[in-house]
């Protein structure tokens, strides 16, 4: 792997999932590769979505920055193939535009009583595109870097997609058993398309990954519900509790994508999972730093749980002091090399 010990790396991760990383936590710390010049990087195609579906100039931009990073810890370089969070929705049914720095989903269903079954379409232009550019990343990428596995939204995040969120909030009380058939279909296509890309990364020997950057040999990824913020305990337990089950249930190891402060009100229920393996606590912009959140962090760990959490190099000791390194990941951006260095200094025992 560029600039990575994988061996090493990878011996870290599986300690991690089963929650015998006894020596510290996981850190996952990047930095810009002393000496590096970043001034040349690759022409960017003129029109938006190129820069999205251009894979010769997405494969060089990534190289480019792969060789440019130092990765320290258990950090390793990798990239999964986005076309941004509604790509499942996409391939479901509903458009797709291109911005700058994300897409987003033209919401295609304007009445769930009169929309035909969504099935799988091996001729979906969407589906087609990630095949694509999957298969384009996994010629190139040989032993240099992991490939990911698209940004998959499954259950209620899909349903969003097609409808809209606003629309949907009124869905879940005027017709939520319409919302379960088509959740339910949906499942069946997530799993179809999950199917295929993990078969084609997985049979490169380097695992996989996704755009958490979390890595293992095994069927994994990540689960969850954005849209859970809006609804109540009870919404909760109805809508999106048996789609996670399902998708727990399907995988191997997976990972709760925990978004925002509305979403903590679905803690206690998303704990109970027990085929989840691990949460990814996310506390949002504008919101106290991890070391802030002490006591959600030791909720999911008593749980039984693994964490993975993002912030600040400084605040990863003072967790430690509170936190168990078992089944402990945390993800940091360092200033330089050095920085990235006395971390991992700092958090062996």
């Known amino acids: 792997m560029i600039n990575c010990d994988f061996e090493k790396v990878k011996e870290k991760w599986r300690q991690y999932w089963a929650r015998e990383n006894h020596d ?12 590096a010049d970043w001034s040349k990087q690759p022409p960017a195609p003129a029109k938006i979505a190129e820069r999205w579906l251009d894979m010769d100039y997405v494969i060089r931009s ?3 920055a792969f060789e440019r990073t130092a990765y ?15 790509i499942l929705g996409a391939i479901c049914g509903c458009g797709l535009e291109f911005g700058e720095e994300t897409s987003w989903a033209v919401h295609s269903v304007r009445d769930w009583e009169t929309l035909p079954d969504i099935r ?13 550019m999957t298969d384009a990343a996994c010629k190139d990428a040989g032993d240099d870097y992991v490939v990911g596995i698209t940004d998959l939204h499954p259950g209620t995040d899909a349903l969003v997609s097609l409808r809209g969120p606003q629309e949907l909030c009124f869905d879940t009380i005027e017709c939520p058993n319409l919302l379960k058939k088509f959740d339910e279909q949906i499942f069946a296509v997530y799993k179809i398309v999950y199917d295929r890309l ?11 990954s996704y755009w958490m950057e979390q890595w293992s040999d095994r069927r994994h990824y990540v689960v969850g519900s954005d849209f859970s913020c809006m609804l109540s305990p009870s919404a909760y337990e109805e809508l999106v509790a048996p789609g996670i089950e399902r998708e727990t249930g399907f995988l191997e190891q997976s990972i709760y994508h925990l978004d925002g402060p509305q979403a903590l009100r679905h803690l206690d229920r998303i704990l109970q999972f027990k085929n989840l393996n691990a949460v990814q606590w996310v506390y949002g912009a504008g919101q106290p730093s991890p070391r802030h959140w002490i006591d959600v962090l030791k909720k999911i760990q008593a749980a039984g749980k693994c964490i993975d959490i993002s ?5 990863l000791v003072e967790i430690m002091k509170y936190i168990e390194p078992e089944g402990m990941l945390y993800h940091c951006w360092c200033r330089s090399e050095e920085e990235a260095k006395a971390l991992i200094k700092a958090v062996t025992l």
Do not use: H
């Open 311 to 315: 912030g600040p190099p400084e605040d």
């Open 24 to 35: 510290r936590p996981l850190v996952c710390a990047v930095a810009p590769k002393e000496g």
């Open 198 to 208: 993990y078969e084609k990364i997985a049979a490169l020997g380097n695992g996989t």
């Open 62 to 64: 990534k190289r480019f």
């Open 120 to 132: 799988f379409d091996e001729n979906d232009r969407w589906w087609k595109e990630i095949v694509r």
């Open 72 to 86: 320290y810890g258990e950090a390793f370089p990798t990239f999964y193939c986005n076309l941004g969070p509604d």
